[in-house]
């Protein structure tokens, strides 16, 4: 179907694509766009465009309408059937060929597309513009790769003062064994958190946004959106947090020569702000100045490290003796390896907690994505690399510093000994040393326990050591710097929130967040100047851990969906261990400070409720979809494999609205009672050739369903193309739902206009009737004073999208109606749309439950009268009865309710519903089906057969005799209802059955207009199919 013939051509690559009008011209033309004289060259000379898709000449040994994989078909896509650039749609592969000449128009012949790559050059013409004058070409973003875009990014952010300040002290109180557990138990949570990241980032083109970006296309915006926000807060803060660290340092050495500029908390405001105000000129500088500030902290601290290491071998000095440093000794190791727990501070968790921020900071170098060349590649190596290097550094560390320095020293020189001396207790009298009176007195001002300098006090020279510190946390805090506005510019591009998308711009080649470098500025100044941040840092640390949570939830749950679409070409995960990660950071979270854990987890349900209020118009694929479709196809198999009860009986509608917004009202009257209860189903028959509806069924889906969700219905909508009517509702009842979730009652509008209407389409509307009862189905129709129909009327709320009007007297179809309307009439008429959204006030729900059908015109309007629209009207119940029998009757009908649970105490027996009606309804009936009559007097069966066979809808004299009584029947009730229900506010009634091949459906009709006719309350016929909806059985 696809090929077509071509004459024989030289061998050729091919460097264009034919439209199909051009292959079409080749046969009319007897000849191809290519000359013999071309050779291989392929010069498509006069391609011309369809449906925006090319074709292309492929060595298959015949020519074909298809095209070979390639990189641009795929790139940018979303949702499933977008449109793809290049590749022929289905109708251009699978229609029959017709030629077009209004589209014959030459294109440029792209020699890149026919390799299945992305292009690597210039587009075409790019040279020639070049050369122009005042046109100047764009520079290219710089792009970093795995070793400076990530490892050492991530690296400079895990070192920081712990490591200098606190991890001997730690070692102290834990002893060797017990901090390297803790660092192990540390490094467990970021490197399962490094290989979730590591997943996520290679399930597909990771783009700028960083920690954000890969949550909020995972699990969804909701989620994403609060990790967001709170993420690049919390690295903003951080930014105050490690230039206050800097700023301390700072003050500390000038407080130790006696050079403070003002005061202590002064002078680390001003050098923070000076700090932090270089710190945002090296950011502003561009993304490449800003990687060599990073490379030059990385050198300072490895040499830091390397004099660290250094001074342990180098022999102690008798001043650094004095203060505990033996160089290694087997005896200090041994000692040092079992814990000596002490303050408040001294237990296993409280030590825990206090480490675990060092070996965080994973995440610097996902933050900065969109300046990686490779994501997918730099992501996984770079941060797997880094957390193993700081691993290591942290161990070696621990064991060195742990086999060197005695937990208790004086400082003094005094505490010399000699050797074996009596008296001294401790182990540094076997080194000629003893501090045993200020370990008893606890006021050893030396030593492991003690000192944090013990770093600079170990090394070969202290000031490296000093020089250390400032890098890790000026390597944090121009960090912090750079990954708060990347991600923020990434969620304010998103628009999930109000008032942030002013932040969102970037500029120069690497859209440089310079508003976000702004913004993060003054909350970092801000947070400087308070110089008190002990309350805010738990906060911070929780927010972290609030990503890491995510993160690991992240790729357990993309995991356990078993989605097609979660591909990483990163293997070395596990799903479970990635939920332990999840599970270990919550609990961490409630370690480190408890209140600080529920203020983080009370910030991001705020921020997800908002999401998830405002329901932002965004498709990212996220596994929370999959998970959606995973639970509801799970739950629907097992729904199939449970026998229904009565109990779970649960009215499911199809519901003929034809386009839901043409009948507003209908579907708000179904939609208020199957509102988080049952199956609501809205169809629509698309009535002519199928050539011609699908393109239109293909357009209007999308509209119609989103119609549905502004109005806040909760329903499907479906459609089929059919020649007619009737047999479109047939593939509805038969083919629409899933298992166990089938409608099982048929709603549909009355028609008003049966007696002007064309007769086949009475036949066919009185026929849908009765194939809904031949397929089990209830049926409800609805009649409403104003009618249902409003597309006639230019309101808010039909869909402006939707210009064709239907058939304004049918269930369904897609015809035009009359564009000129009453004013008065479209004023009632766009009132009753609105009718079942209204508050209904003390008014009555009637029922006439005239015929047992299994309990459904009770069930219905008792589901109504639970919705708070209609929880003041009181519902009554009449049923018909005898005049001496009264009594009994409604104590039965009373009792049977009653059991029923139905809430319904008012009932009325009407005793005179057989009386004859007045003589003027009754003309009015006779009047109204004369013109439907055969008028064949009384003749015999065979002739009234040939007199009605072109028109099988027309009423015979004798079927008007023998149904006279039930003609009569309906008039009576008419009247009935005019007396007794002319104000309510709904009216639902139990109609008559028109038996087939007994009952024209001109006479069914007729009955249902008596029945219905100058009521000014919506009425609503229900009939069951004659099984059991109610029971008062609790099994």
């Known amino acids: 179907m696809a090929e077509l013939p071509i004459p024989d051509l030289p061998p050729a690559r091919c460097s264009g694509r034919f439209t199909i009008s051009t292959l079409l011209a080749m046969e009319e033309g007897g000849r191809g766009p290519y000359t013999p004289s071309e050779g291989p060259s392929c010069d498509s000379a006069q391609p011309t465009q369809l449906s925006g898709s090319t074709l292309c000449t492929r060595t298959f040994g015949y020519n074909t309408v298809d095209v070979v994989p390639a990189y641009e078909h795929y790139a940018n896509s979303k949702g499933v059937g977008d449109p793809r650039k290049g590749r022929p749609s289905l109708a251009d592969l699978h229609s029959i060929l017709k030629p077009e000449p209004g589209h014959l128009r030459p294109t440029v012949c792209d020699p890149q597309h026919s390799n299945g790559l992305p292009e690597a050059g210039p587009e075409p013409g790019l040279e020639e513009a070049e050369g122009e004058p005042g046109r100047a070409s764009v520079a290219e973003p710089v792009r970093f790769g795995w070793v400076k875009g990530v490892m050492i990014r991530c690296m400079l952010n895990i070192w920081g003062v712990i490591l200098y300040l606190r991890l001997p002290w730690i070692t102290a109180q834990a002893g060797i064994a017990l901090t390297w557990l803790i660092i192990l138990m540390s490094v467990t949570v970021t490197t399962i958190t490094g290989l979730s990241i590591s997943a996520i980032s290679t399930n597909g083109k990771v783009k700028s946004g960083g920690t954000y970006f890969l949550i909020s296309r995972s699990l969804g915006p909701e989620l994403g959106g609060s990790i967001g926000l709170i993420f690049a807060f919390a690295n903003a803060v951080a930014v105050a947090m490690h230039t206050v660290g800097f700023a301390e340092t700072v003050r500390d050495l000038l407080q130790e020569h006696n050079s403070l500029i003002v005061d202590p908390t002064n002078d680390i405001r001003i050098i923070g702000v000076i700090t932090v105000t270089v710190l945002l000129g090296i950011s502003l500088a561009g993304m490449e100045w800003e990687a060599k500030a990073q490379i030059l902290f990385f050198l300072v601290i490895l040499v830091s490290f390397i004099n660290y290491l250094v001074g342990t071998v180098i022999p102690a000095s008798a001043e650094k003796q004095a203060k505990g440093f033996f160089s290694y000794r087997a005896d200090i190791f041994a000692q040092n390896f079992v814990p000596n727990w002490r303050g408040p501070e001294g237990s296993f968790f409280g030590l825990f907690s206090i480490f675990f921020p060092s070996a965080t900071g994973i995440l610097a170098g996902a933050n900065i994505s969109g300046d990686l060349k490779d994501p997918a590649v730099a992501i996984p190596k770079g941060t797997l690399m880094a957390i193993f290097w700081t691993t290591v550094s942290y161990l070696v560390l621990s064991a060195t510093i742990g086999a060197c320095v005695v937990r208790d020293a004086s400082g003094s020189l005094n505490d010399s000994v000699a050797v074996g001396s009596p008296g001294c207790e401790g182990l540094a009298c076997g080194f000629g040393w003893n501090f045993s009176a200020c370990a008893q007195r606890q006021s050893c001002r030396y030593g492991l326990s003690n000192y944090y300098q013990s770093m600079s006090m170990v090394s070969g020279f202290g000031p490296l050591i000093t020089a250390g510190i400032f890098g890790a946390t000026l390597s944090s805090a121009l960090a912090c710097l750079v990954s708060a506005p990347k991600v923020f510019q990434c969620l304010c591009r998103d628009q999930l929130y109000p008032l942030i998308s002013f932040f969102g711009k970037g500029y120069g080649r690497n859209s440089e967040p310079i508003r976000g470098y702004m913004l993060t500025y003054v909350i970092a100044i801000g947070f400087i100047l308070i110089a008190e941040l002990n309350a805010i840092a738990p906060i911070i640390s929780n927010f972290f851990l609030c990503s ?392 015999d069966e065979a002739t009234v057969n040939e007199m009605r066979q072109g028109c099988p809808w027309k009423i015979s004299d004798e079927e008007v005799d023998k149904n006279r009584a039930k003609s009569l029947r309906q008039v009576r009730l008419n009247e009935i209802l005019l007396d007794y229900s002319r104000d309510a506010a709904l009216i639902a009634i139990t109609p008559p059955i028109g038996r087939k091949g007994r009952c024209p459906s001109a006479l069914y009709m007729a009955w249902l207009e008596t029945l219905s006719q100058d009521l000014r309350p919506p009425v609503i016929l229900t009939r069951g199919n004659q099984e059991n909806v109610l029971t008062f059985y609790c099994q």
């Open 548 to 939: 890491y949570a995510l993160i690991n939830f992240s790729c357990f749950h993309a995991s356990i969906t078993n989605s097609p679409g979660w591909r990483p070409s990163f293997r070395y995960y596990s799903k479970w261990a990635a939920l332990f990660g999840a599970a270990v950071s919550v609990v961490i979270m409630f370690l480190l400070t408890w209140w600080a854990a529920l203020i983080a987890f009370g910030i991001v349900i705020f921020l997800l409720g908002y999401v998830l209020y405002k329901k932002p118009d965004v498709n990212w694929g996220s596994s929370m979809q999959a998970s959606s479709y995973n639970m509801a196809l799970s739950y629907s198999v097992g729904l199939s494999e449970v026998d229904e009860h009565i109990k779970n009986y649960r009215p499911q509608c199809l519901v003929l609205t034809g386009p839901p917004n043409f009948r507003p009202a209908l579907v708000d009257f179904v939609g208020t009672f199957t509102k988080n209860l049952s199956l609501m189903l809205c169809g629509n028959v698309l009535i002519g050739p199928r050539k011609q509806k699908m393109p239109e069924s293909r357009l209007t889906a999308d509209g119609h369903a989103k119609w549905l969700m502004k109005r806040k219905i909760k329903a499907f909508y479906t459609d089929v193309v059919a020649e007619d009517l009737r047999s479109g509702v047939q593939m509805l009842l038969q083919a629409a739902g899933l298992g166990k979730m089938r409608p099982n009652i048929l709603v549909l509008g009355y028609k008003r206009n049966w007696r002007t209407a064309s007769p086949q389409s009475l036949e066919d509307y009185v026929g849908i009737l009765h194939d809904a009862f031949d397929f089990k189905y209830g049926v409800c129709l609805m009649r409403m004073k104003e009618g249902l129909n409003v597309s006639r009327v230019p309101q808010a709320y039909v869909n402006p999208t939707f210009e064709a009007a239907e058939h304004p007297e049918n269930g369904t179809g897609s015809r035009a109606a009359p564009s000129s309307v009453n004013s008065s009439t479209s004023a009632g008429e766009q009132q009753a749309s609105t009718i079942f959204q209204s508050e209904q006030g003390k008014k009555t729900i009637d029922i006439y439950w005239l015929f047992d059908d299994g309990g459904l015109t009770l069930l219905i309007p008792y589901l109504l009268g639970r919705k708070k629209r209609w929880g003041k009207c009181k519902t009554r119940v009449f049923v018909g009865g005898q005049i001496n029998r009264m009594d009994e009757e409604r104590k039965a009908i009373v009792s049977l309710l009653s059991k029923f649970r139905l809430g319904f105490h008012e009932v009325h027996i009407l005793p005179d519903i057989n009386q004859k009606p007045r003589p003027e309804h009754i003309k009015r009936f006779d009047d109204l089906i004369a013109p439907f009559r055969l008028n064949d007097g009384f003749k």
